[in-house]
């Protein structure tokens, strides 16, 4: 089975790593400078585009902010999955609203902004606070504003205004300010035959923006479980899925609300890799190759660090108990996603002793979100 990923970062070279054992061979397509790579030596292949669908018995994709020449190339050959259609509506916040009112989700009220006219609707229609986002390209946090009063509307206009001149395909997603009690995620897969599986639910912990722990415990009730499933089932139906689908969802008095989607494997489904029997990654591959799709439940309770603008960790961390590390092979910037750490052990109440453990091996300098997590 020949795969080519769409984008050549971590995500794809996971991806490869746990297609190894099933004899699947990977190839990357590297989005900016338009070139076919290994994603896990990143040697170039004498090969364009073209070629590299030609040499593919399946495509998928890292990410959702890809062109739409590039996807619609790819859809052409009816060897992408999950779709152009499904890829596109993750990486246009307007297509994704759209998608979760047809399948029926609950999602935060929004109003779409493209002129002072409907930003002040949205401010009088939703109230204060709000959250705005740019429609398209967004990630980590990145293409927001908040406002908190409708005092601050005159300051924060000129700033909209710019940015939706500086591209006219732009808009604003305008949202009410959830005051959710938790965030988590809901990671699953299907399969050509519609077959799904989903795992426990994520509790994530973001700082400015950024994802920094995921807990999988088994924590979380079952009635929230069972929403998250029912959930899954009607997003992926709605989108003819295949493949996995992260959902982030805020969670308020028990019930979920659906933040947005990621058509793809997700930061928060990382603790697979240890926490359940298969990988959120091996389930991918699976689903987009055609097999039944693997065991999603809890192993061991875990948890997810991510490593964020460091390209060296306390040579103590590999030795503790329950922790593995993963790095990514990626040059060091700040503020950028280097590698993560799992840790897992038999109980819920023993992960928090061991993520406490953990900490005090990484400074609060360059784990902000961590030291916050345990200090909450
Ligand atoms: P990602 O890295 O997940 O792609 P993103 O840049 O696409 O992030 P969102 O997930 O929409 O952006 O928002 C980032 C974070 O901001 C959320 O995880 C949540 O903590 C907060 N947030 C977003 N929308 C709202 C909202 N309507 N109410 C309250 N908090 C929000
Ligand atoms: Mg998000």
Redesign the pocket.
């Known amino acids: 089975m020949n795969i080519l990923v769409l984008g050549a970062g971590q995500l794809a070279r996971m991806m490869a790593l746990d297609g190894i054992p099933l004899n699947f061979k990977f190839r990357a397509f590297d989005v900016g400078p338009a070139i076919v790579v290994d994603p896990l030596s990143h040697h170039q292949y004498s090969q364009d585009l073209a070629a590299a669908i030609e040499w593919a018995d399946v495509i998928t994709s890292e990410f959702e902010h890809i062109s739409h020449p590039v996807l619609d190339q790819c859809q052409q050959s009816g060897k992408l999955f999950p779709d152009a259609q499904a890829i596109k509506t993750g990486g246009d916040r307007r297509l994704e609203k759209q998608l979760l009112e047809s399948a029926g989700v609950a999602n935060?009220p929004y109003r779409i902004i493209q002129d002072r006219a409907s930003f002040d609707e949205a401010l009088s229609q939703l109230g204060a606070p709000l959250?705005l986002?740019s429609a398209l390209a967004?990630?980590?946090?990145?293409?927001?504003w908040r406002l908190k009063s409708a005092q601050e509307a005159s300051t924060l206009w000129p700033k909209i205004e710019a940015f939706l001149a500086s591209d006219p395909k732009q808009a604003i997603v305008a949202?009410?300010?959830?005051p959710?009690d938790r965030?988590v995620s809901i990671i699953g897969a299907r399969n050509h035959q519609g077959d799904v599986v989903t795992y426990p639910l994520a509790v994530?912990h973001?700082h400015e923006?950024?994802?920094t722990v995921s807990v999988i415990d088994g924590g979380q009730s079952q009635a929230l479980e069972s929403q998250a499933l029912t959930i899954f089932e009607a997003l992926t139906q709605q989108l003819n899925y295949v493949g996995v689908l992260a959902v982030?969802c805020?969670v308020v008095n028990e019930k979920l609300l659906v933040?947005?989607i990621?058509p793809r494997v997700h930061n928060s489904g990382h603790w697979s890799q240890q926490g359940a029997f298969v990988s959120q990654f091996d389930n991918h591959n699976r689903a987009v190759a055609g097999l039944a799709l693997g065991d999603c439940t809890l192993r061991t309770p875990t948890a997810m660090v991510n490593i964020l603008g460091e390209d060296a960790i306390d040579p103590q961390i590999y030795a503790l108990p329950g922790c593995k590390v993963h790095w990514y092979g990626k040059d060091k910037r700040p503020g950028r996603k280097m590698g993560h750490i799992n840790i897992s052990a038999p109980d819920a109440h023993l992960l928090q002793q061991r993520l406490a453990e953990l900490a005090q091996l990484l400074p609060e300098s360059g784990f902000p979100g961590l030291h916050e997590y345990l200090h909450r």
């Open positions: 935060a959250v986002k967004g990630y980590d946090g990145k293409g927001q949202e009410q300010m959830i959710f965030e994530n973001h923006g950024v994802l982030e805020f933040n947005e990621a």
